[in-house]
T-cell receptor, first 106, second 112 residues
Framework: KNEVEQSPQNLTAQEGEFITINCSYS?????LHWLQQHPGGGIVSLFM???GKKKHGRLIATINIQEKHSSLHITASHPRDSAVYIC????????FGTGTRLQVFP | KAGVTQTPRYLIKTRGQQVTLSCSPI?????VSWYQQTPGQGLQFLFE???????NKGNFPGRFSGRQFSNSRSEMNVSTLELGDSALYLC???????????FGQGTRLTVV
């Protein structure tokens, strides 16, 4: 079993829909990262959180330390949100989930 | 301020050769980490350097090595290349371990 599990693996949505991506981890962490990767490979750090909830624009990330679970929500999804979203557990190194491929259609 | 710069962006090498990849972190950042991304294994941690010292190493063979210079720029080297080393190699910098990481665009290495 992987130390960091993400679901779903693939997600298709219509523009405007509310999106949720889930991440569960089995290791002790100092923080949980959410990353976005567009075709071509570049990775952008979206959130780094160790408790509670963070919001940036239409993106919201939450974490439940007791349940070892984090979610990334996208409100009012847009085609430009199409990307791979990756969660990573921050131990003494980053341990990555396998990613969620999101496609948002107009 | 300038982001993380990786060079070269693309590289084709032959089996058995060696390769050196470079990463220039954001100015003021002292921590540089390297990652390998392949379709089969996803993203995996290679190693982390902080102030010229290797702080942590992932589960990769000794053919993979790295170093960091006094200006925080880092290089990673892969010797005796194998076909399976074909991957996107990403580096990330942060001001210190445990803070937000900023990623470069990656170097796509193809071994033929």
């Amino acid at each position: 079993k992987n130390e960091v599990e993400q679901s779903p693996q693939n997600l298709t949505a219509q523009e405007g829909e509310f999106i949720t991506i889930n991440c569960s981890y089995s290791v002790g962490i100092s923080a949980l990262h959410w990353l976005q990767q567009h075709p071509g490979g570049g990775i952008v750090s979206l959130f780094m959180l160790s408790s509670g909830k963070k919001k940036h624009g239409r993106l919201i990330a939450t974490i439940n330390i007791q349940e070892k679970h984090s979610s990334l929500h996208i409100t009012a999804s847009h085609p430009r949100d199409s990307a791979v979203y990756i969660c990573a557990a921050d131990t003494d190194k980053l341990i990555f989930g396998t990613g969620t491929r999101l496609q948002v259609f107009p | 301020k300038a982001g993380v710069t990786q060079t070269p962006r693309y590289l084709i090498k032959t089996r058995g050769q060696q390769v050196t990849l470079s990463c220039s972190p954001i100015s003021g950042h002292r921590s540089v980490s390297w990652y390998q991304q392949t379709p089969g294994q996803g993203l995996q941690f290679l190693f982390e350097y902080f102030s010229e010292t290797q702080r942590n190493k992932g589960n990769f063979p000794g053919r993979f090595s790295g170093r960091q210079f006094s200006n925080s720029r880092s290089e990673m080297n892969v010797s005796t290349l194998e076909l399976g080393d074909s991957a996107l190699y990403l580096c990330a910098s942060s001001s210190m371990t445990g803070t937000e990481a900023f990623f470069g665009q990656g170097t796509r290495l193809t071994v033929v």
